[in-house]
Every structure is written in C-alpha cells, then in structure tokens.
C-alpha cells in the first residue's frame, strides 16, 4: 500500500528558532501533497496544497512567509515554520495523493503519522 | 462549495453493541465520499470509500458504511463495537467536476466503554 513517512516526529525548540519538517512518500509518486496543522481534539485544518515542481496553493489565514513549504520531488515535501513562537504548536500532519501501484486515483490521501511541534 | 457534516462531537457505545458514525454531506455532482481514523498522536488512517457502485461499502477492521444519495450522508457502520475502536473518526468528500481536495468533517470522538 502507500505509505507516508515524516521526520521528525516529535520536536521541540525554542522561540525564534525554524523548524523543517519532511514529508516522504515511500512508495509511489505523490503527484499532490497537502499540509494539515490539527489543534487537541479538533478537525484537521488545511494550511496548503503543493503540486511537484510549482508553488504551494496556501488557504486563506495561513501566512505564506511563516509556513515555507517546498515540493522539489514526486516523493518530498518540506513545511518549515520560520521564526518559530509558541502559539505555533501544533500536531502537523501532512498527506500525500497520486498513483498508486494497483490502486485508483481518486483523489484519496494518503497520510503521514504527524509531527509535534512543541515551541518553548 | 463542498461541505461535510459530523453533528456529534462524540459518540459513546458499549462493546459488542453496534455503533454508527454520522455523516452529511453537499457538493456539486457526484461525490467521492471517505472515512478515516486517527488515534492518539497519530497520523489518519484509510478506512473505506465510496466512488461509484454499490452503496454499501466495506471497510477495515469490520467497519462499513452506507451511501445514501437521497439524504446525501455516508454513516460510518460496525455490528459489534471494540474497546479498541475508541479513536477520533473524519469523514471527507471531494467530487467529480469540483473541488478534487477532500474536505474533512470537524470529526467525532468514538468512545467504547467495557
């Protein structure tokens, strides 16, 4: 099956400081790649959409020059957030969509296991 | 627009009772409809989805679910309830002709309770 990875899974920095976080499809080529920034015990929120080699598609509140994100390949996306400050912690999830070996393509997401951000 | 409907923040159920997970949605043409499950500190899981053909779809871990065009929901299904079941549920829709990004409902907390 695919299958999403995402390093680091758990960071802690302090205030200031930029924080990268990778986003890897193991398996297939993930043609779209989304970034969800989850709250405790709230839906998902959808901060961007990036397609491989063009520039993210970031939704409305989401600042462009804090949350970087890159899609250089068909198998690695980066968020980094900039200038790191403590309301920026926050469960980040990313999801990856694209052609599966032996599967369909509609549009169904395939997720990465999230990344804690923990900023002091 | 697309919009998916989860009415109940959480759903509380006996093991080996049958639970179901509610789920409304809207969009423009025909829908592609999805449930995943997310425990604690972890990523979202695939559960099942309806494209085309028959409305009762089945999933992992014995879960199911219904679409029902006329009423535009896809209720999350399991016969017989595990403790291990307990996790938070996300219902998503995306649609042929419109948006091709799934939107998530705000999701509901399934508790099962020994």
């Known amino acids: 099956g695919a299958v999403v990875s995402q390093h680091p899974s758990r960071v802690i920095c302090k205030s200031g400081t930029s924080v990268k976080i990778e986003c890897r499809s193991l398996?297939?080529?993930?043609?779209?790649m989304f970034w969800y920034r989850q709250f405790p015990k709230k839906s998902l929120m959808l901060m961007a959409t990036s397609n491989e080699g063009s520039k993210a598609t970031y939704e409305q509140g989401v600042e462009k020059d804090k949350f970087l994100i890159n899609h250089a390949s068909l198998t690695l996306s980066t968020l980094t957030v900039t200038s790191a400050h403590p309301e920026d912690s926050s469960f980040y999830i990313c999801?990856?969509?694209?052609?599966?070996?032996?599967?369909?393509?509609?549009?169904?997401?395939?997720f990465g296991p999230g990344t804690r951000l923990t900023v002091l | 627009a697309q919009s998916v409907a989860q009415p109940e923040d959480q759903v509380n159920v006996a093991e080996g009772n049958p639970l179901t997970v509610k789920c409304t949605y809207s969009v423009s043409g025909n829908p592609y409809l999805f449930w995943y499950v997310q425990y604690p500190n972890r990523g979202l899981q695939f559960l099942l989805k309806y494209i085309t053909g028959d409305n009762l779809v089945k999933g992992s871990y014995g879960f199911e679910a219904e679409f029902n065009k006329s009423q535009t929901s896809f209720h999350l299904k399991k016969p017989s309830a595990l403790v291990s079941d307990s996790a938070l549920y996300f219902c998503a829709v995306s649609s042929v002709g419109g948006s091709y990004i799934p939107t998530f409902g705000r999701g509901t907390s399934l508790i099962v309770h020994p």
């Open positions: 398996d297939f080529q993930a043609t779209t």
């Open positions: 999801s990856a969509s694209g052609i599966v070996a032996g599967g369909s393509s509609y549009n169904e997401q395939f």
